[in-house]
């Protein structure tokens, strides 16, 4: 009994090291666990309550059989100050794609999920020898609870793809699938050659190159057919959500 009480005592101990303001909740009352070293604790809470997607990274998240990434993935990694840096750095540059989208149009999104949500699973180490690797899960499973995985080190414009698969299957389901796809596979032209691939990643690189590279895709849609399918993803956006405004838009010349 003596020895079963002094692990204990030891445990708790430990426990206390790791762990500082263990009640901290974020924006829809779930109590996170805040480790003594994590320096990406407050940004985190920060970018989830403006964006209204909660946001988790190792050792937080919680593992699907359909998820992309499982703790087992990453044994390898040390829960130290250089790990939740190396997660602030990347909540930074998803931060500073998430600004150039109009103000409040993410909360919008995500509370017109009519019963679902989404989650973000974020961990800035590679996966599978991957130098960054993202991925969008739609959750068929009756729970209704998406999720975006953002495995390695990206750059703004990779947080916006891979978002760039919510936000656009949000709304085609909104102003109905088919419909919204048979509009879509109407217009020609690509923004990339990735975006060849499938309806989902043009559906994301279109969504992502006109935040990131909106000069270059407002030129092509003046040389060719691309502004038929810019005009098709503002107008599957606007019908649904107020936040987005076509004439305040960065590529709102291509819709005149």
Do not use: N
Not at 93 to 108: H, N, Q, S, V
Not at 118 to 126: A, K, N
Not at 129 to 156: E, K, L, M
Request: proline letters at 3%; one cysteine or more.
């Amino acid at each position: 009994m003596k020895k079963r009480y002094l692990a204990a005592a030891a445990l708790g101990g430990l426990l206390l090291l790791l762990f500082s303001g263990r009640g901290d909740a974020d924006f829809t009352g779930r109590s996170r666990l805040h480790y003594r070293q994590d320096v990406a604790f407050a940004a985190c809470r920060r970018l989830e309550e403006e964006i209204g997607i909660q946001i988790f990274y190792l050792p937080e998240w919680t593992e699907e059989d359909s998820g992309l990434l499982h703790h087992s993935d990453f044994d390898h990694l040390t829960l130290d100050r250089a790990y939740f840096q190396a997660v602030l750095g990347e909540l930074e540059k998803m931060e500073a794609a998430y600004r150039l989208y109009p103000e409040g149009f993410l909360r919008e999104l995500s509370e017109k999920k009519e019963g679902r949500t989404t989650e973000i699973v974020l961990c800035p180490y590679t996966y599978r020898g991957y130098a960054q690797y993202g991925r969008y899960v739609h959750d068929y499973s009756g729970r209704g609870v998406d999720h975006i995985y953002y495995t390695g080190i990206g750059d703004s414009q990779y947080y916006s793809h891979e978002m760039g698969h919510m936000v656009m299957t949000a709304a085609a389901l909104r102003h109905g699938w088919q419909d919204a796809c048979d509009a879509w596979d109407r217009c020609g032209g690509y923004v990339s050659d990735y975006a060849r691939t499938s309806r989902p990643e043009d559906w994301a690189e279109t969504w992502a190159y006109l935040w990131h590279q909106t000069e270059a895709v407002t030129a092509a849609c003046e040389a060719g057919p691309l502004g038929d399918k810019v005009r098709c993803l503002t107008e599957l956006l606007a019908e649904s959500y107020a936040a987005i405004e076509p004439s305040r838009l960065p590529w709102a010349a291509v819709l005149r």
